[in-house]
């Protein structure tokens, strides 16, 4: 079921042992009471606790426990008093779901969420640096075709972005 799995995974960099990333693409089926499999090289990270909430891109975002501390810390420091801050916080954390992979790496996707990503038959588990997201396969075919079509251009700009920051420090 994992394509390309067996390239990618969790990442130890030799010479970064700070770098911990979840990575590559993996295709597996979601079953009826709503629960997926996990790649098998995301499972020893997420054992202890995994959090799954709401993602900008109307997909799902997994989290491990630091994971999802580091992410809640950087909303818990924006403005309270701004109403999209609010509006976000209430997508992200009161409909966020808190699981642990049970024996066969399975965690239970709510139905709130699935139908929030249009999640079929068919997902997408694909490593995101600190973070997994989970996409309806078709859905993540269409977005996929448009980062490749975007990619040329978006290296470039951030390309400048780096050199940029590089000349300031």
């Known amino acids: 079921m994992e ?23 993996y295709r597996h089926s979601l079953d009826d009471k709503g629960r997926i499999i996990l790649p098998r090289k995301f499972r020893e990270r997420l054992e202890p606790g995994c959090v ?28 309270k008093m701004d109403r999209r801050v609010r509006l976000y916080s209430r997508a992200a954390f009161g409909q966020a779901h808190e699981d642990k992979p049970d024996k066969q ?34 859905e993540w075919e269409r977005v996929s075709r448009e980062a490749d079509g975007a990619f040329p251009e978006i290296a470039e700009t951030l390309a400048q972005q780096m050199q940029r920051q590089v000349s300031e420090n």
Request: net charge negative.
């Open 52 to 79: 799954v909430t709401k993602s900008e891109d109307r997909c799902l975002a997994l989290y491990d426990d630091a994971g999802w501390h580091a992410y809640a810390e950087q909303i818990r420091t924006l403005p």
């Open 105 to 138: 790496g399975r965690i239970t996707l709510p139905e709130h969420l699935r139908d929030y990503a249009g999640l079929s038959r068919e997902v997408v588990i694909a490593g995101m640096d600190d973070r997994i997201e989970i996409w309806d396969a078709r």
């Open 3 to 25: 394509r390309n799995g067996e390239f990618f995974g969790t990442c130890r960099c030799p010479d970064r042992t700070d770098w911990n990333l979840f990575l590559g693409e």
